[in-house]
C-alpha cells in the first residue's frame, strides 16, 4: 500500500520530483487504438513532453519492437531530438531494465506515466512500479486502449491500487502552481500554445494580463 500523502498539499506534483516516462507512442500502436481520438493523443502528449522539457522534468522515452512498430512519432522525438528511446523486446516496461535504472537514476519518486496501450504497457509498469515505492500517476488522456471499456478498466484497476489518474493540463497546472513563477509560465506557455485549445486562449490572456502594467493612481 502506498505511503505517500493523496491529500495536502505533498499530494500535489513538482518539478522537482517529478519523472516522467512515455511508452510506445509509435504508428503500430496507434493503429488498434479506439478508446480516444488519436490526434487527440497525438496533440496531448506532445504537449505533455514539451511541458517536462520546459521545466526541466527528467523525460524517458520508449518503444517495444520499433522495427516492426514503427519509431517513435516524430513530433515526440523532436522535442527531445538527443535522446534515442529505450527499444524494448518486454510489453511490461518496468521489466526492462534499462528503463528502471534511468528512472531510479533520476533519483525521483513521483513517476508520471503515459502510453499505448492503458490496458497493457502502462497498467502493467505502474502497478509494478507502485509495488516498489514509486508514487505513480498515470496521464490518462496522453494514453489510450484498445476499446472504450480496454481503458477505462485499466485506469479503474490502478486506482484500486492507489495510482493517481491525472490528466496532462492538470500535470503541468500542478508543475507551475504560482503564475508568479514568471520565467516557468513563459516557458509553459510556449509549450502549451499549440496543444492546449480553449486552454491555450485563456493562458495567453492570463499571460497579457501579467505583462500589463497597473494604471498609476
Same mark, same amino acid.
Given at each position: +500500500?502506498?505511503? =505517500? ?5 505533498? *499530494? ?15 504508428? =503500430? ?22 511541458? *517536462? @522539457? ?10 517495444? !519492437?520499433?522495427? @516492426? ?10 522535442? =527531445? ?6 527499444? @524494448?523486446?518486454? !510489453? ?41 515505492? =514509486? ?6 488522456? *496522453? ?9 477505462? +478498466? ?8 492507489? !495510482? ?54
Amino acid at each position: +500500500m502506498s505511503t =505517500f500523502p493523496k491529500t495536502g498539499l505533498a *499530494a500535489l506534483l513538482t518539478p522537482q520530483e517529478s519523472v516522467l516516462v512515455l511508452i510506445d507512442h509509435q504508428p =503500430f500502436q496507434f493503429a488498434n487504438l479506439h478508446s480516444h481520438e488519436p490526434t487527440m493523443i497525438v496533440n496531448n502528449v506532445v504537449g505533455l513532453a514539451k511541458a *517536462a @522539457r520546459a521545466f526541466d522534468v527528467p523525460t524517458i522515452l520508449t518503444t517495444v !519492437i520499433e522495427e @516492426r512498430g514503427g519509431t517513435i512519432l516524430q513530433p515526440l522525438q523532436d522535442v =527531445f531530438p538527443d535522446q534515442k528511446p529505450i527499444n @524494448r523486446t518486454t !510489453i511490461n516496461t518496468w521489466e526492462d531494465p534499462r528503463v528502471v535504472d534511468a528512472v531510479k537514476a533520476t533519483g525521483r519518486k513521483k513517476l508520471i506515466i503515459a502510453g499505448l496501450y492503458t490496458e497493457i504497457c502502462v497498467a502493467m509498469p505502474a502497478l509494478q512500479a507502485a509495488g516498489e515505492g =514509486f508514487d505513480v500517476y498515470v496521464v490518462t488522456d *496522453a494514453s489510450g486502449g484498445v476499446s472504450a471499456e480496454a481503458h477505462d +478498466m485499466a485506469v479503474r484497476r490502478m486506482v484500486q491500487a492507489g !495510482i493517481t489518474p491525472i490528466t496532462w493540463m492538470a500535470v503541468l497546472a500542478e508543475w507551475q502552481r504560482d503564475w508568479a513563477r514568471e520565467e516557468s509560465a513563459a516557458a509553459m506557455g510556449a509549450a502549451v500554445a499549440p496543444h492546449g485549445g480553449a486552454s491555450s486562449v485563456a493562458l495567453a490572456w492570463e499571460l497579457q494580463l501579467l505583462a500589463t502594467p497597473a494604471p498609476s493612481a
